[in-house]
């Protein structure tokens, strides 16, 4: 009984580094094995299967299923696509022009690129494709989902689409070579408009560009507020996400990433001195597909109180994919952290929350009536001479909206981030004049 019991305490004092080898050993024992089973499903498929089937596609759609079950974003690849994805981050590349996902087994639009072929034939964020060419997307990888949307530039595609409150319908959309103007710009008013359609190695610079050409447009009458619109910009690279928020910032984080596995791999960007709009009154427009480096822009500017977000909801995405180069067999897309914005949110599946909704909208012009102003009115007293030159309303703009930009006018959610600035302004000039009297 005494030898029993020594024993059993000499056990239960090497229990835990006993435990731990025991666990690696058998966690090793499983993985052989279940590498065996691999090889050996791998020789039945050679040996069995019908038709004739070569081991680097065998191999490759493996090493594609492994990676696409971790989660949305990881996947596999091949030299051809690991070409086209290097040649789309400097900003030009063949296809549709759409930003995709996958959701439930369907893919679905994150955003389609402005002035491609996807977006000139109406596709939206939140649409499901469920076929293309009449095959069932249903079974397929993302990548050989996005495989057999790419194709020969004049080439037609007919995607079957799922829209919310709409049955499904047929789009045909011709494959065209698709280059991205990363930034446009141009001057509302005194108001400065500028559209990132998304983050490739141009948009840095271009955004200076941009900025340089508003403030000298604008002349002595200086910038009255910035308008960034991020709208249907599905992302991009991580570090010029950072460069645009850190232009607009003089201080702080911009974004924080790191993976509960290795947390000493945390990384921290700080924004640095040297902003470029001065401390302009901001709004950031967002919507369902503003994704990944949008959302760390739009985050980054919100948690810092250096800009107002209107709009929707934003897409979600807040992981990071790091390309590992494979020598002679492509790459690897795999999500190695997350990232959290300044004030240490995760937007993960949530997005970014615009301090002001405001929903898309049609804009129409109503009609006035025959006694529709004071002026109008039988027996109106007639106006004073010394008011006879003023007319009510903000300078440079006519009843029916911006003088000259009928874009402006149709698009009611870029009206009101316009109007907000001006109304910003406004309130800044008669604070400071009211001060000055004082």
Do not use: C, W
Request: charged share 25%; aromatic share 4%.
């Amino acid at each position: 009984m005494f030898v029993a019991v020594v024993t059993a305490l000499l056990i239960a004092t090497a229990t835990p580094q006993a435990q731990a080898q025991s666990a690696d050993a058998a966690t090793d024992g499983d993985t052989y094995r279940l590498l065996n089973l691999f090889g050996d499903v791998f020789e039945r498929v050679r040996a069995g299967y019908v038709d004739d089937t070569s081991d680097k596609e065998l191999i490759e759609a493996a090493i594609s299923g492994m990676l696409s079950s971790l989660d949305p974003h990881s996947g596999y690849l091949s030299a051809d696509s690991f070409r086209e994805m290097q040649v789309q981050t400097r900003g030009a590349f063949g296809g549709l022009g759409i930003e995709v996902t996958m959701e439930n087994g369907l893919v679905k639009v994150v955003s389609p690129i402005d002035d491609t072929p996807a977006y000139r034939a109406g596709l939206e964020p939140g649409d499901l494709i469920t076929h293309l060419d009449g095959e069932a997307v249903l079974g397929m990888t993302l990548g050989d989902a996005v495989e057999k949307m790419r194709g020969r530039v004049g080439s037609e595609i007919v995607l079957t689409v799922r829209r919310d409150g709409r049955e499904p319908f047929d789009v045909a959309i011709v494959r065209d070579t698709i280059r991205i103007t990363s930034v446009r710009s141009r001057l509302e008013g005194q108001v400065g408009y500028i559209r990132i359609s998304s983050f490739n190695e141009q948009t840095e610079e271009a955004l200076k560009g941009a900025m340089r050409d508003l403030q000298s447009e604008a002349g002595n009458g200086g910038l009255a507020g910035i308008v960034l619109d991020l709208r249907n910009n599905p992302g991009g690279l991580l570090s010029q996400a950072v460069a645009v928020a850190d232009a607009f910032l003089d201080r702080g984080e911009i974004v924080s990433t790191g993976s509960s596995r290795r947390p000493e791999e945390s990384q921290r960007f700080n924004a640095r001195a040297g902003e470029i709009a001065s401390g302009l009154p901001m709004v950031v427009l967002i919507n369902a597909g503003s994704a990944s480096a949008s959302e760390i822009v739009a985050g980054a500017l919100q948690d810092h109180g250096r800009a107002l977000v209107l709009g929707t909801k934003s897409f979600g995405k807040a992981s990071v994919q790091t390309v590992i180069p494979l020598t002679g067999y492509g790459a690897i897309r795999l999500t190695t952290a997350r990232y959290y914005t300044p004030g240490g949110r995760s937007i993960q599946a949530k997005g970014i929350e615009p301090d002001i909704v405001v929903e898309p909208a049609r804009i129409e012009t109503v009609a006035q009536t025959a006694h529709s102003r004071e002026e109008n009115l039988r027996g109106a007293l007639d106006r004073p001479e010394q008011d006879a030159g003023f007319e009510g309303g903000a300078p440079g703009r006519s009843d029916d909206g911006e003088a000259g930009a009928p874009s402006v006018r149709q698009d009611y959610q870029l009206l009101r981030a316009i109007d907000l600035i001006r109304g910003i302004a406004l309130y800044s000039d008669k604070t400071a004049s009211v001060a000055a009297m004082r």
